[in-house]
């Protein structure tokens, strides 16, 4: 009977071989390839600039290439920049699937781009063969909305997908038109002043994860808006302030405490955004208590902040004010003319005082993704519906148009928009954006000018 061969080794060899297996096991669980490393560093600009990792970091917690742990270390990174950074930090540390997983989730949330270019570099490091890639998506973008009770929550199919404003895959680059100087002078007599550098300060306030009873679910898509907003602020002369995952007590308190800054005493204006689930009339912090509007408001009112007396005030809202999805109606035939709405001038006599009074509440304009009763539509690759549509019209048009006439036309392309998703209540979906304004001259944001 022959012997095993296993048995005629001599007791050093298999301890040879007994080390050497563990360290190829030592290798499975730590080492990442050296050319998938050579690959991600020979893009690490491009990557750290155009990452969206809203989705993908759950493709990479799905396939135990990140732990929770480090999904919470990523997002507590402030922008989308240091984010992006700190996950190419820890991917080389991953393991030798590491690589190979990571180009399934670029693929799977519609960063193909990204995928071919770490795949060509790693072909022409010619020494190994580039990883088995799909030719079609595993995954599409979906409409949801920013709040449902849980009764109603939905989890739509792999092929269900929202119907996109153009051909784009994720948010582009932005870029803000600057005011020419013959405008600037033509339009600043009858607006707002608006020349402070910075122009005021802007704080954008994005609650993502959620806790407490409310099960409110994960705002996939909500790290694109917050990373939108953020840049468009910035590009348009103000200086921003974030808030990341508040609970509804942190809110009021940082919301109040932002009022306070002394800096508001010399600049011209103050943007707020506030992006969460909500009801109508109030906002969720990540603990599932609500902030109600009226005490943001008030926090920023003449009597309570004084430094901001008689300079523009913006608020944006992205919450669903309801739970109703607008289903839409069939456009009849022909066109509508619809009359605007009459207004009455009165003339109350005007008394002479020896100080001036101010209204309570004025010089504010609030835009509101959605009516109120009503949920707000979010796409979980692209972010929300108002919030694009936004940022696209603020970057083209606040070279030569008002605030007030900008939102208009921010409601003409959401009021365009509409949800592809067969089989489930966001199938041709509609929303609608409104705003509510005390501004008494135009608000023109006069993006460049002065050049700085």
């Not at 099960?215 to 910035?234: I, M, N, Q």
């Not at 969720?284 to 430094?307: H, K, M, T, W």
């Amino acid at each position: 009977m022959a012997t095993p061969i296993a048995s005629s080794r001599p007791a050093f060899q298999q301890k040879d071989l007994m080390t050497a297996d563990r360290g190829r096991r030592m290798l499975g669980v730590c080492g990442m390839h050296p050319d998938h490393q050579e690959a991600l560093k020979k893009n690490r600009v491009v990557l750290a600039k155009q990452l969206l990792l809203g989705e993908l970091l759950e493709h990479l917690l799905e396939k135990d290439i990140i732990t929770l742990e480090m999904r919470e270390h990523i997002q507590a990174k402030v922008g989308s920049f240091s984010q992006n950074v700190e996950l190419l930090n820890l991917l080389p540390k991953r393991g030798p699937q590491a690589f190979d997983a990571f180009c399934v989730a670029l693929r799977a949330t519609k960063q193909g781009h990204l995928e071919d270019l770490l795949l060509t570099t790693l072909s022409g490091l010619q020494h190994v063969l580039p990883p088995l890639r799909c030719d079609y998506d595993l995954s599409v973008p979906f409409p949801v909305c920013e709040s449902c009770p849980s009764h109603k929550k939905l989890r739509l199919s792999a092929d269900t997908v929202e119907q996109p404003l153009d051909n784009g895959d994720g948010p582009s680059s932005l870029q803000v038109t600057p005011c020419t100087p013959e405008f600037y002078q033509t339009h600043y007599q009858l607006a707002y002043r608006l020349q402070s550098q910075p122009r005021g300060l802007a704080l954008v306030l994005s609650n993502v994860h959620f806790t407490g009873e409310k099960d409110l679910e994960f705002r996939s898509g909500g790290d694109v808006d917050h990373s939108t907003l953020v840049a468009l602020f910035k590009l348009l002369g103000y200086k921003v302030h974030v808030l990341l995952d508040q609970t509804a007590q942190e809110m009021l308190e940082k919301l109040q405490d932002f009022a306070r800054f002394p800096a508001h005493r010399v600049t011209d204006s103050c943007i707020v955004a506030l992006l969460s689930h909500g009801v109508d009339g109030g906002i969720y912090g990540v603990d599932g208590r609500l902030l109600q509007l009226q005490e943001v408001f008030q926090i920023f009112d003449n009597a309570n902040c004084p430094s901001l007396q008689n300079k523009p005030k913006m608020f944006f809202i992205q919450a669903c004010r309801g739970d109703e999805t607008d289903r839409g109606v069939d456009q009849q035939d022909g066109k509508n003319h619809a009359p605007s709405p009459g207004c009455e001038e009165a003339d109350a006599g005007r008394e002479d005082l020896l100080k001036t009074r101010l209204p309570t509440r004025s010089d504010m304009i609030c835009g509101y993704a959605c009516l109120k009763g009503t949920a707000a539509m979010r796409n979980t690759k692209r972010g929300s519906w108002y919030i694009e549509a936004l940022a696209q019209v603020f970057s083209q048009r606040a070279c030569d148009m008002h605030v007030a006439d900008m939102l208009v036309k921010v409601n003409a392309l959401i009021k365009e928009r509409e949800g592809y998703a067969p089989g489930t209540e966001f199938h041709r979906c509609k929303e609608m954006s409104e705003y509510c304004s005390t501004l008494c001259r135009h608000l023109y944001l006069f993006p460049g000018h002065p050049p700085t």
